[in-house]
């Protein structure tokens, strides 16, 4: 099986922790309709959703406003930029952080050091580095591949009637959550290494719990 290998870094900052959920997206990550980004401490998600237009609406959580800010974008600009990103309109503060890897983590950094400047350097305990925590593109796309071909012959089960369930996917740090949005049915899939995604590729079907 040949995989699309276009890909972008893509990240944002966690209002919750303050930490940097980091994950590089390839083109079946977004191959269904949505795509969402969760931080390890389940206190924020970043959200990803194709439009009628073929563009990209990033939802982005904010450090400073009660409610995330919508942007929407080209995937020329998602998938081509060296660094694009996603201020908040209202305090400046760098929110989302996409393109390539390197330059991401350059960002990250500056961000951090904007932050600790705007609290006039105090230390903030609850800021963390994950700029390092970075998902394999070919292990997002296996498992991301390997869900829809399952959900599509019918070979996904939860507890709804065969046939109705509806079937999403969400990315953590060490592990993906295939769950059914109807009866909440769900289960975890080791992503830490491309070896154990390769043996989710020979999965016949899949049993939620």
Do not use: W
């Not at 089960?157 to 953590?172: A, L, M, T, V």
Request: charged share 20%; net charge negative; with cysteine.
């Amino acid at each position: 099986m040949i995989l699309n290998q276009k890909q972008t870094t893509l990240a944002y900052r966690c209002p919750a922790c303050y930490g940097v959920p980091t994950s590089i997206v390839g083109a079946f990550s977004l191959s269904g309709s949505l795509f969402k980004l969760k931080c390890s401490c389940g206190g924020s998600h970043l959200q990803v959703e194709k439009t009628n237009d073929g563009k990209l609406r990033l939802t982005v959580p904010c450090l400073a406003c009660p409610q995330p800010h919508s942007y929407t974008i080209s995937n020329e600009v998602f998938y081509g930029s060296d660094i694009f990103l996603l201020p908040c309109s209202v305090c400046g503060i760098d929110l989302c952080f996409i393109g390539k890897e390197d330059k991401v983590k350059e960002a990250i950094e500056i961000s951090n050091e904007e932050i600790l400047k705007a609290l006039n350097g105090a230390p903030i305990e609850s800021i963390k580095e994950e700029g390092d925590e970075y998902f394999d593109p070919q292990i997002l796309d296996i498992v991301t591949y390997v869900i829809s071909d399952l959900g599509s012959e019918g070979k996904i089960h939860c507890r709804c009637p065969e046939g109705q369930g509806s079937y999403k996917c969400d990315i953590y740090n060490d592990h993906a959550t295939v769950r059914c949005e109807n009866c909440t049915a769900s289960l975890d899939v080791d992503i830490t290494s491309t070896m154990k995604a390769h043996d989710f590729l020979n999965a016949d079907e899949l049993t939620l719990k």
